[in-house]
């Protein structure tokens, strides 16, 4: 019996009950397996061997004799235990290492945008890491490294994705949260030092400086090793002279140490190989040139094996939106970066908050030669959110005031420039014209720094007030949301690939 055939015998089983999705049937001898859904929910068919079907946890299995292999089906829950039997079968549902291939990262904070990530991914010579999210972004979605890894993991398999993809701990702090991310099966970690970056140097006068550098335990060896060098990139010259020595010195040591513990740690607790970014982008000060090349060099020399580095490049990087700044300044500073890197070799370069960065993209892939890695979050939420104020409009609505009412309170953490008079009164839009608020960087914003209220958001009983009819929409309207979602990261991918 070959998978039509199975499939043909589980529509005739169970009529029109479920719904299934045709691309994720896989195989191993006689046992197939493929993801179904009814109105409610998706599940897990199993159609096998009586040994194989009672490893899944599910309903009872139906005693279907199919075929002189005389197999069992069984309806089973798309929950961590199925997942990890599933991933013990099939190799390819574990995350992979990446290395120095052009990569994209795609944030999904609801856990269910995966399929149309895969979808805009097709035909692009793009490593996907599909698993990414942050510390902060779980606590604000309520979820954890294993929920995000195991949400991913069902998206690839709806979709019948067999190629590799990458999963990325992001914006990671201390040991205890990459142990944990490991334990789940990550495979890229991105090391967030900024609570070790000393931000007040810059304000220092002279005689401090010296006073607080020779209080640097290997202050004398770095001055012998970077002082007065002068490293030519791109036809400039850039000098490491005693006052910027020490300012950077001074800046990044701690950060740096905080590293070197950090990837000693995965080096001898990781089986496997695997990807590393260094980011300091969330940082108040934008990464000088001199700055990168010292760090990458320390670093280098610490014997650190990194892939990846995130800095904070010139100009203002907001949520969900187009960069703002000048562009023509930020591809000058940026050849820099780009020069730099490609002479010392051996890593990439990273760019964060690269949602909807549509007019710096061409730079940033051209520059590095596809020695790149992007990441975006934000943009798949908004395009989310979207589908929800086109299908259910009152539900956009309520959702819409609600983050008029927070926004003050979560744009704490965020650069913006957002000014919410610039929004039109919700009121006074009708139905169909909501999806024009998706256009507007006030309204995105508006939509995307709220996201964790919003999917927090309960009522008096304790019941969601938006996050379960958000799900209950996107799932009624999914051939909508997987295709307004993947049109959107296709726009982003489709300006990387002229490397
Ligand atoms: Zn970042």
């Known amino acids: 019996m070959n998978k039509k055939d199975i499939l043909q015998i589980f529509i005739d089983i169970y009529s029109n009950k479920y719904k299934v999705y045709y691309n994720s049937i896989i195989s191993e001898k006689y046992n197939y397996f493929f993801l179904v859904k009814d109105n409610q929910k998706k599940y897990l068919a199993v159609v096998g061997k009586p040994e194989m079907v009672e490893k899944f946890e599910g309903s009872t299995p139906e005693e279907k004799k199919i075929g002189k292999e005389e197999l069992l089906v069984k309806i089973c829950y798309l929950n961590h235990h199925n997942l990890s039997v599933l991933r013990e079968i099939f190799p390819h549902l574990n995350p992979s290492f990446c290395g120095l291939k052009p990569s994209f990262g795609t944030g999904d904070r609801l856990g269910i945008a995966t399929p149309a990530h895969l979808q805009a991914f097709q035909g692009k010579d793009i490593f996907p890491i599909l698993a990414q999210q942050s510390v902060r972004e779980m606590a604000r979605t309520e979820r954890n490294w294993q929920k995000v890894l195991d949400d991913t993991i069902w998206g690839c398999f709806e979709a019948g994705y067999i190629g590799p993809f990458g999963a990325d701990a992001d914006h990671v702090k201390d040991i205890k949260e990459l142990k944990e991310a490991a334990d789940c099966g990550y495979r890229m970690f991105t090391l967030d030092p900024s609570d070790f970056i000393r931000n007040d140097i810059k304000k220092l006068g002279k005689q401090e400086l010296d006073q607080l550098y020779i209080q640097i335990p290997n202050s004398k060896e770095i001055k012998k090793l970077y002082l007065g060098k002068s490293y030519k990139v791109n036809g400039q010259e850039l000098i490491l002279d005693e006052k910027s020595l020490n300012e950077i010195t001074l800046t990044y040591s701690e950060a740096l140490k905080h590293v070197v513990k950090c990837y000693e740690f995965l080096k001898g607790y990781k089986k496997d190989n695997f990807d590393l970014e260094i980011s300091v982008d969330e940082t108040p000060t934008v990464t000088s040139p001199l700055a990168h090349l010292f760090i990458v060099l320390e670093l ?172 209950k929409v996107l799932f009624q309207y999914e051939e909508n949301h997987y295709r307004e979602l993947s049109n959107h990261i296709k726009r982003h991918l489709e300006l990387l690939i002229s490397f």
């Open 300 to 471: 280098q020399r610490k014997g650190v094996n990194f892939q990846n580095i995130a800095l904070h490049f010139l100009g203002d990087w907001q949520k969900g939106i187009e960069y703002i700044g000048n562009v023509k300044e930020f591809a000058k500073e940026f050849s820099l970066h780009a020069a730099i890197a490609k002479n010392i070799g051996g890593y990439k370069l990273s760019l964060h908050t690269g949602s909807d960065k549509f007019s710096v993209y061409p730079i940033f892939t051209q520059e590095t030669e596809g020695l790149c890695h992007i990441k975006t979050a934000g943009t798949t939420w908004l395009e989310e959110v979207k589908v929800v104020a086109m299908k259910a409009p009152a539900l956009y609505r309520g959702i819409h005031r609600f983050a008029l009412k927070n926004f003050e309170k979560d744009r704490a953490s965020y650069n913006l420039t957002t000014d919410l008079s610039r929004i039109p009164d919700i009121d006074t839009i009708a139905d169909d014209e909501l999806v024009n608020l998706f256009k507007q960087n006030d309204s995105r914003q508006l939509i995307h720094i709220t996201y964790g209220s919003i999917l927090r958001a309960k009522n008096d009983e304790g019941k969601y007030i938006f996050k379960d009819r958000i799900y």
